[in-house]
């Protein structure tokens, strides 16, 4: 990654929204325990709530990024700002919505 890049992830599925099983838990585990860091064990047995945003910004750094900025916003709890897809499939809602990524690159 160049020095000079800097990285912004847009809005995401937010941690407290995001429950995943035991599965996904152990595969990340056994790539590197420290992934350990981006769940919360739910009180449903075997599931857990993953911090998509902060996994993927510890990624970014680990890959040399130094500016990686975060917005903040929760796409299940505000779906009527951002498309969700989890949102839409446990709501019985057909619509698999439209996603757009930039990249901007300037001398």
Do not use: W
Request: charged share 30%; glycine share 6%.
């Amino acid at each position: 990654i160049p020095e000079n890049l800097k990285i912004c992830v847009g809005p995401t599925i937010g941690q407290k929204s995001y429950e995943v099983g035991i599965d996904l838990f152990e595969k990340f585990y056994e790539l590197d325990k420290r992934y350990e860091n981006y769940f919360i064990k739910s009180k449903v047995k075997d599931k857990f709530f993953l911090n998509l945003a902060g996994l993927i910004k510890n990624k970014f750094i680990k890959l040399g990024a130094k500016e990686v900025v975060i917005i903040n916003e929760d796409t299940f709890k505000n779906n009527n700002l951002y498309f969700s897809h989890r949102y839409n499939k446990l709501n019985g809602i057909n619509d698999y919505g439209r996603m757009i990524s930039v990249i901007k690159l300037k001398n």
